[in-house]
């Protein structure tokens, strides 16, 4: 299993529509055989800035399934909004 580790820093005033999006966007990663979870943190000290941590069975099933699968263009219209508030967007394992 791996980690994407995706980090935002958005706009004042567009935390709340943030979050809301990323609910909207967790019902496509919950459908997806290939996420094992994810979890969305938002900054205590600087609440404008999150970390979106999603769990995949692999980098091959994240980009091959997932992205090319048929829940992915309905995921990114909720999500880019905020894409150019990306910071990082990379995958880790842990070792």
Do not use: N
């Amino acid at each position: 299993m791996i980690t994407e580790v995706i980090r935002y820093h958005v706009k004042p005033g567009q935390e709340e529509t943030f979050r809301e999006a990323y609910r909207q966007a967790g019902e496509f990663l919950d459908r997806s055989p290939d996420c094992d979870g994810y979890e969305i943190l938002q900054g205590i000290e600087e609440p404008q800035r999150f970390v979106v941590l999603i769990r995949w069975t692999s980098v091959e099933r994240h980009l091959e399934g997932f992205r090319k699968g048929a829940d992915f263009a309905a995921f990114f219209v909720v999500v880019k909004p905020f894409f150019e508030s990306i910071e990082e967007m990379k995958h880790y394992q842990t070792r």
